[in-house]
């Protein structure tokens, strides 16, 4: 077993793990850490956790030290430098009529490199952009391209649920969704209500697909035959997923037709063949991957760093 804490970063939703050894983290310290990108500052997630050391991707690096008050005002320091070159970089984009909309400017901890977040319908050559903010700033500079997801889970927003969204809030990586998960939970298919901020399908479908495929298991289709426990045939108008009840045609004597409902239990019928999870998983794969591979090229992506 090994300890590790999560810690997550300010535009990276992501949550990543580090080796806390004899420094007494919890949840709600910031931390400073080494990365890919250099010396990080950030805020922790999950704290101290024992876990399997198979389960853990080596190596896992360790944790420099708590932020102390010099460190947590370099980086409030670092949020002010930051706006400032979002100012100049949107400046910057107008002066070479660049089409592409900047969402965020993130110095990292050490000052070592300044990063500009953007979308864009198409690819951008943005090398005498890079050049230019160069020039202004002395120091690295990366622009990366990223999709309208990635821009509502940095900037955030309230859902119509009224919480903060999903993505910004606890979702560490976006999840894959279909238009079958809203079907599955009898949603109305109009994209107005099952679209989030960014425009696409909504995270939440996933949160309770699950219980919804496991309900929806123990009910008949609209449309299927079903037989009463008081001995009557009819066919099935309507089913309520979370109350288990289902309103169905009967015939009476004489030809004469009534809607009734009756609770699941009292209704015999052939029920739907639940599948199983790899099947679920490769109808899913095979959907999604269609559905990806035209975003992606559709989206792009571009980077292009200045040494």
Same mark, same amino acid.
Not at 63 to 92: G, H, M, P, S
Not at 112 to 120: G, H, I, P, Q, S
Not at 267 to 287: C, H, I, V
């Given at each position: 077993?090994?300890?590790?804490?999560?810690?997550?970063?300010?535009?990276?939703?992501?949550?990543?793990? *580090?080796?806390?050894?004899? %420094?007494?983290? $919890?949840?709600?310290?910031?931390?400073?850490?080494?990365?890919?990108?250099?010396?990080?500052?950030?805020?922790?997630? %999950?704290?101290?956790? &024992?876990?399997?050391?198979? @389960?853990?991707v080596q190596p896992l690096k360790p944790?420099?030290?708590?932020?102390?008050?010099?460190?947590?005002?370099?980086?409030?320091?670092?949020?002010? @430098? &930051?706006?400032?070159? *979002?100012?100049?970089?949107?400046? $910057? #984009?107008?002066?070479?009529?660049? +089409?592409?909309?900047? #969402? &965020?400017?993130e110095y990292t901890f050490d000052n070592?490199?300044?990063?500009?977040?953007?979308?864009?319908d198409g690819r951008i050559d943005f090398r005498e952009?890079? !050049?230019? %903010?160069?020039?202004?700033?002395?120091?690295?500079?990366?622009?990366?391209?990223?999709?309208?997801r990635d821009e509502t889970k940095i900037l955030g927003g309230i859902g119509i649920c009224g919480r903060s969204l999903c993505c910004h809030s606890h979702l560490s990586e976006f999840i894959p969704v279909s238009i079958k998960m809203a079907k599955e939970q009898n949603l109305s298919l109009n994209p107005a209500k099952i679209s989030g901020v960014c425009g696409r399908l909504m995270c939440c479908l996933k949160h309770e697909e699950e219980t919804y495929e496991e309900l929806n298991s123990h009910l008949p289709n609209t449309g299927d035959h079903v037989t009463t426990a008081d001995g009557l045939r009819g066919e099935v108008q309507s089913v309520n997923v979370l109350r288990q009840k289902v309103k169905v045609i009967v015939t009476l004597e004489g030809d004469e037709k009534e809607?009734?409902?009756?609770?699941?239990?009292? %209704?015999? *019928?052939?029920?739907?063949?639940? !599948? &199983? $999870?790899?099947?679920?998983?490769?109808?899913?794969?095979?959907? +999604?991957?269609?559905?990806?591979?035209?975003?992606?090229? @559709?989206?792009?992506?571009?980077?292009?760093?200045?040494?």
């Open positions: 077993m090994e300890n590790i804490i999560g810690v997550r970063f300010r535009t990276a939703g992501k949550v990543y793990f *580090f080796a806390p050894g004899k %420094l007494e983290i $919890k949840r709600g310290d910031h931390v400073i850490v080494e990365t890919a990108r250099g010396i990080e500052y950030g805020y922790v997630v %999950l704290g101290k956790k &024992e876990v399997d050391k198979a @389960k853990i944790v420099i030290r708590l932020a102390t008050a010099e460190d947590d005002a370099r980086d409030a320091a670092n949020r002010i @430098k &930051e706006k400032d070159a *979002f100012k100049i970089c949107q400046e $910057k #984009i107008q002066k070479h009529g660049l +089409e592409m909309k900047l #969402i &965020e400017a070592n490199k300044v990063l500009f977040y953007f979308t864009a952009l890079v !050049k230019d %903010l160069a020039s202004v700033f002395k120091t690295r500079i990366e622009l990366r391209q990223i999709g309208v809607i009734r409902e009756y609770k699941v239990e009292d %209704l015999k *019928f052939r029920p739907r063949r639940k !599948k &199983e $999870k790899g099947e679920k998983a490769a109808d899913m794969a095979d959907k +999604e991957l269609k559905a990806l591979e035209a975003l992606e090229r @559709k989206e792009g992506k571009s980077k292009l760093d200045d040494n």
